[in-house]
């Protein structure tokens, strides 16, 4: 069975400054892995996706993940944080094959701090 | 191009009532994904569906919750007999086919059980 994790529940950091948000899986197939957002009082939304080829994978907000098959992670990144990043963060996992039951962290709570 | 509907988005129950919630994919996706949302727990899986077909609902408790998605109309949640443990936000999600595990989310639907 597949399984995400998220280490840190909580990640306050100044404006300007640099995150990671950090996610570990467990698998023992070939995976997809997402990052998804969310705003409060919304759904969530997808911020971006591993399927295949590059390993490092972008947003058009400056976000950017890397996939790490020998660490099984998918970490998630941003150089330079803004007030409008706070959200909370989850990873998530699916099977490459088969059908399509997606798998969620426990979500980490970004908060920029002015 | 309306995105995930769900209605409606705040529904308030007494102990023992039925509480149905209700959910309208995205234009062209066949599959429906039911989660819950509770505080500090991150998303939990409950049900997948194709219309008229449940496809695995590992995540569902075994009474009083039933799931279905017929062939014409929305996708259905059902809790009969509410505790207050049920109380929680409940999202839907939907997808294509091919969708990769790419899903899209509705803006959830607030269950509270006085």
């Known amino acids: 069975a597949q399984s995400v994790t998220q280490l840190d529940s909580q990640v306050p950091v100044f404006e300007e400054a640099p995150v990671e948000l950090r996610c570990n899986y467990s698998?023992?197939?070939?995976?997809?892995l997402f990052w998804y957002v969310q705003y409060p009082n919304q759904g969530l939304q997808l911020l971006l996706k591993y399927l295949s080829g590059s390993t490092l994978v972008e947003s058009i907000n400056g976000f950017e993940a890397e996939f790490n098959k020998s660490q099984t992670s998918f970490h998630l990144r941003k150089p330079s944080v803004h007030i409008s990043d706070t959200a909370e963060y989850f990873c998530a996992v699916t099977f490459s094959g088969g059908y399509q039951k997606v798998t969620f962290g426990t979500g980490t709570k970004l908060q920029v701090i002015p | 191009n309306a995105g995930v509907m769900q209605n409606p988005r705040h529904l308030v129950r007494r102990r023992g009532q039925e509480a149905r919630l209700r959910c309208s994919p995205m234009k062209g996706h066949s599959h429906v994904y039911w989660y819950r949302q509770l505080p500090e727990e991150g998303l939990k899986f409950m049900v997948y569906?194709?219309?008229?077909?449940?496809?695995?609902e590992s995540g569902m408790p075994k009474e009083r919750f039933s799931a279905e998605f017929p062939k014409e109309g929305p996708s259905i949640l059902r809790i009969q007999q509410v505790v207050r443990g049920d109380s929680a936000a409940y999202f839907c999600?939907?997808?294509?086919?091919?969708?990769?595990?790419?899903?899209?989310f509705g803006e959830g639907s607030r269950l509270t059980v006085l």
């Open positions: 569906l194709q219309k008229e077909n449940i496809i695995d």
């Open positions: 999600a939907s997808s294509t086919a091919g969708g990769a595990g790419e899903l899209f």
């Open positions: 698998s023992s197939v070939s995976v997809y």
